[in-house]
């Protein structure tokens, strides 16, 4: 059953790992830019850093057969649900991708948070204590719109239409974090109930 667990997790990790390295050799071939500029381009999303952290996290699983903290899992399954219902709620109509590019769109906003979300379920039943601190686990995304909104004072760009301080202004902007750390929370704390309530693995076995 370990073996199957590290399997299971090699191969979500190695799909994410994969749409990466397609998404980078895509923008590479598009906008004819070094890799240097082409990583720091992608970096400034919060879908391709949580998409790469989940796929580090679950390759090294798979490597080291080693489970993450709980909090940790539940803090990468939170962000990637986020991802997939902030694109197809607010984002999705904007872009209008073919060929490779509709692939990984697919697999970054859908396949992805639907895999971790999946992989979280299973990884809960197997890793008492089940705590952790849901409002520590907004540092990822406040972090993230800190760093969003520094690149964006810098260069004047912003990667998501609603962090644009210069068309919505600066407080419209807070509104819409303070909305969003706000659904990130509610998410956590509901995560991290429904995963005490799981019976652990060893309990569904002695059954």
């Not at 080693?66 to 399954?77: E, H, I, K, Q, V």
Request: positive net charge.
């Amino acid at each position: 059953m370990e073996h199957k667990y590290r399997i299971t997790a090699g191969l979500i990790g190695g799909i994410g790992a994969f749409a990466l390295g397609a998404q980078v050799w895509m923008n590479l071939s598009r906008d004819g830019l070094g890799a240097g500029q082409t990583l720091w381009g992608l970096a400034a999303y919060f879908t391709i850093l949580t998409n790469a952290l989940m796929a580090a996290s679950l390759l090294t699983i798979a490597a080291t057969g080693r489970r993450l903290s709980f909090g940790w899992m539940t803090m990468l399954t939170m962000s990637m649900i986020v991802v997939g219902l902030v694109y197809h709620a607010l984002l999705a109509h904007l872009y209008h991708f073919t060929g490779l590019n509709w692939w990984t769109d697919q697999i970054f906003h859908t396949l992805m948070p639907a895999l971790m979300l999946w992989f979280w379920l299973m990884e809960s039943t197997r890793h008492p204590p089940r705590d952790g601190q849901p409002l520590l686990w907004l540092i990822w995304p406040a972090g993230y719109a800190v760093y969003a909104l520094a690149r964006g004072w810098t260069t004047g760009w912003y990667p998501y239409p609603f962090l644009d301080v210069g068309a919505l202004g600066a407080g419209a902007v807070a509104i819409n974090i303070a909305g969003m750390v706000a659904g990130f929370a509610a998410l956590g704390f509901a995560l991290r109930a429904i995963g005490q309530r799981m019976p652990l693995r060893n309990q569904l076995e002695a059954r």
